[in-house]
């Protein structure tokens, strides 16, 4: 009989060990336990209380903890949309003030090219002076010359100069129907005599295929003196090329005759080509 028994418990015990009956077991568990809790909490006794107050204490600040990775996750979230919106509307901004930067330069240009225009036309109606465009910048090692769009149909000559404003930059040594070309007085084949001050010393200025000059052909007395003093150099007016008194250059003290030429010849964009009246001056 006893042995009936202890079989019985036995297949009782390994159906609920099964597992699939498992989690059967559990939720019986669970469920009588629920009903039993319910039971316990309409009578008020102070260990029901108690008990009740900790498992919502458990229940509150799991709720608590569990939140705060979503509420994080939420703030994050709105963040970085605010932060996209702000950068969509900095992006906005940026192209548009890049736009309107690029309209104030056209606008100051344009102002400036203006301005530059009517100057030269000004001082070309008032001297009759040639106003010119600069087609061709030529340069090469030893070549520095410009193809202007003035030509005999506009009286242009050889040998006629070309000033850069008040000063000199070079002359007409080719002239066609409508167009010339001047040799600067960068080029390496360019001589001019000069006058440097304040000692006026006679001197010829050669150019040397870059963008300055060199001091060529003084008297042996002067040679160190020279370079002793800053220099401002003027046309000289001899050998009848140029009329005297036309702005060069300059030569720093101690800069073994090299001449910074004060026409910068690589931004050259209109010039006025003049013919001196050389019998005035005598």
């Known amino acids: 009989m006893a042995t009936g028994r202890d079989d019985f418990v036995i297949a009782f015990r390994s159906a609920f060990l099964k597992k699939k009956d498992k989690q059967k077991f559990s939720l019986l568990t669970l469920l009588f336990l629920s009903i039993f809790v319910i039971i316990l909490s309409n009578f008020d006794?102070?260990?029901i209380r108690f008990i009740k107050f900790g498992i919502n204490e458990v229940v509150y600040k799991s709720s608590y903890l569990i939140s705060i990775p979503e509420n994080k996750i939420q703030n994050i979230k709105k963040q970085l949309t605010a932060h996209l919106e702000i950068y969509n509307d900095y992006q906005d901004i940026k192209s548009e003030l890049n736009l309107l930067k690029e309209e104030k330069l056209t606008n100051n240009f344009l102002k400036l090219e203006n301005e530059k225009l009517r100057n030269l036309i000004n001082e070309n109606v008032s001297s009759k002076e040639i106003l010119a465009k600069v087609l061709i910048d030529?340069?090469?090692?030893?070549?520095?010359?410009?193809?202007l769009n003035k030509g005999s149909k506009n009286n242009v000559k050889i040998g006629m100069a070309i000033m850069d404003g008040v000063y000199l930059a070079g002359k007409v040594i080719e002239v066609n129907y409508t167009n010339s070309r001047a040799l600067l007085l960068s080029d390496l084949n360019s001589k001019i005599p000069v006058t440097?001050?304040?000692?006026r010393i006679q001197a010829v200025v050669s150019g040397t295929g870059k963008n300055h000059g060199v001091i060529e052909y003084t008297k042996e007395k002067v040679d160190d003196e020279i370079n002793e003093k800053d220099r401002i150099i003027y046309t000289s007016g001899f050998a009848g090329l140029f009329r005297s008194g036309i702005p060069v250059g300059r030569m720093f003290k101690k800069s073994n005759g090299k001449i910074d030429f004060f026409s910068k010849f690589t931004q050259l964009e209109y010039v006025k080509i003049v013919a001196f009246d050389m019998e005035s001056q005598k």
Do not use: A, C, M, Q
């Not at 030529?138 to 193809?147: G, M, N, R």
């Open 196 to 199: 440097l001050l304040p000692d």
């Open 138 to 147: 030529k340069e090469s090692p030893f070549l520095k010359s410009i193809v």
């Open 45 to 47: 006794f102070k260990i």
